[in-house]
C-alpha cells in the first residue's frame, strides 16, 4: 500500500489543522494506520492510532483531548484532526500502516508515507 500525508501548514499556537493520509494500492480497510511526528534533533514519536475498523482508537499522552484520529475507508483516508496547537507540536508528521491491528512503536509498520510539516508559532 503507497501512503500520503498532506495538510501540514504554518499556524499560530492555539489554531488548528487537519492532517489526511491517502492510500493507494491495496484494500486499505485491513490496515491499521498510526500517525508519528519527528521534531528537529528527536527521534520519531507515536502521536495517534486507529484500528482497521475504526473502532479502537490511542492517543499518546501530550495529545489527548486536542487530537483526533479517524478514518473514512470508502476514501481511503485517515485523518489526525489538531486543535489546540502548541509550538511544542512542532514537527515533521508522518502516517503508516500495517495490517489489522494498531500500535505504538513505530517498528511495527510496515508501510510510510513522505511526511508532512506541521509548525507551530507561539
Known amino acids: 500500500v503507497q501512503l500520503q500525508a498532506f495538510g501540514g501548514g504554518l499556524v499560530q499556537a492555539g489554531g488548528s489543522l487537519r492532517l489526511s493520509c491517502v492510500a493507494s494500492?491495496?484494500?486499505?480497510?485491513?490496515?491499521?494506520v498510526g500517525w508519528f511526528r519527528q521534531a528537529p534533533g528527536k527521534e520519531r514519536e507515536f502521536v495517534a492510532s486507529?484500528?482497521?475498523?475504526?473502532?479502537?482508537?490511542y492517543y499518546t499522552d501530550s495529545v489527548k483531548g486536542r487530537f483526533t484520529i479517524s478514518r473514512d475507508n470508502a476514501k481511503n483516508t485517515v485523518y489526525l484532526q489538531m486543535n489546540s496547537l502548541k509550538p511544542e507540536d512542532t514537527a515533521v508528521y508522518y502516517c503508516?500502516?500495517?495490517?489489522?491491528?494498531?500500535?505504538?512503536?513505530?517498528?511495527?509498520?510496515?508501510?510510510w508515507g513522505q511526511g508532512t510539516e506541521v509548525t507551530v508559532s507561539s
Open positions: 503508516a500502516a500495517r495490517r489489522r491491528v494498531d500500535y505504538t512503536d513505530p517498528r511495527l509498520y510496515d508501510y
Open positions: 494500492g491495496r484494500t486499505f480497510s485491513v490496515y491499521a
Open positions: 486507529i484500528n482497521w475498523s475504526g473502532d479502537n482508537t
